[in-house]
């Protein structure tokens, strides 16, 4: 695999929940323009490790977060972080999509409204249609842009939350289950978004589907009990692991 700039790296993470100890010392340098995955059984910690790279976790109360997480090298967890504009750097998109009770347009140009990201109406427009393109969904709403988000498609929905994110030019894309609440043919859609957006995004994408990491990534995280076991080549991790553990696991012996 060629060479890929670092974009975001982790050095001795711990995430706490009061007492529950949920990641234990997690160390990673994730790569820039590529699809990484992290798969693991339900619980292991991969939607707290994804939650403290853009500091989501500082939204609930119990979390503690320990180490060093930096994106370009710039400690995340600084406290002259801005945790809005972190926010729109590294952009996330949920399990269920999450469209505002606004209209499609609205969805997508108000985040570069409050981030100030357009001079004037025209430029806002430009941002909207350009990030709905991306998204790979304007075709399908060009003539209802005014009509509310909330009345689209499931899949129609979640690349209207990719859209938004996209139009406040993220560096980093965090998906959490992406599909897990669409149809086949609404996933393999998102899959080839995923597969478009690589080229310009660092992406992390937790799966719970092994089929879906192999499909969309290129590289794969496997989580068990809060630790990260191995992060390598996607085919590698899939024809031939490392540990023992993660073998088990591709091979279904638990989770
Ligand atoms: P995964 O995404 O791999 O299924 P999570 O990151 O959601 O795992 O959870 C990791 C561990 O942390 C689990 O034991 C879970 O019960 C616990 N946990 C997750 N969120 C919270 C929370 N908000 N408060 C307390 N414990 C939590
Ligand atoms: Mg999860």
């Not at 974009?7 to 010392?25: L, M, P, Q, T, W």
């Not at 004037?120 to 991306?134: C, F, G, H, M, Y």
């Not at 929905?157 to 139009?167: D, G």
């Not at 009990?225 to 023992?244: H, I, N, R, S």
């Amino acid at each position: 695999m060629a060479e890929r700039e670092t974009k975001i790296s982790a050095r001795n993470v711990d995430v706490f929940y009061g007492e529950k100890h949920a990641i234990r010392n997690l160390s990673i340098d994730i790569p820039d323009r590529a699809v990484s995955a992290f798969i693991g059984p339900s619980g292991c910690g991969k939607s707290t490790f994804l939650r403290a790279i853009n500091r989501m976790n500082d939204t609930i109360a119990s979390a503690r977060v320990t180490g060093g997480i930096a994106v370009d090298g710039e400690d995340i967890y600084d406290s002259a972080i801005d945790v809005v504009q972190l926010r729109a750097r590294v952009g996330m998109v949920f399990q269920k999509p999450n469209p505002f009770p606004k209209s499609i347009f609205e969805n997508v140009a108000y985040g570069p409204r409050i981030h100030g990201l357009a001079r004037n109406k025209t430029d806002l427009e430009e941002i909207v249609v350009s990030s709905l393109k991306k998204a790979g969904l304007f075709e399908e709403v060009k003539d209802r842009l005014d009509h509310p988000g909330t009345g689209l498609s499931g899949g129609q929905q979640q690349r209207l939350c990719i859209a938004r994110a996209i139009a406040v030019n993220p560096e980093v894309i965090l998906m959490d289950e992406p599909c897990s609440a669409l149809d086949p043919i609404a996933t393999a859609r998102i899959e080839e978004l995923i597969d478009e957006l690589r080229q310009n995004y660092c992406i992390v994408i937790v799966t719970h589907s092994m089929q879906q990491a192999a499909r969309v990534s290129q590289l794969t995280a496997f989580f068990h009990l809060g630790t990260l076991v191995e992060y390598g080549d996607t085919d590698e991790m899939f024809t031939a692991p490392q540990e023992k553990r993660t073998q088990d696991y591709i091979t279904g012996r638990f989770g």
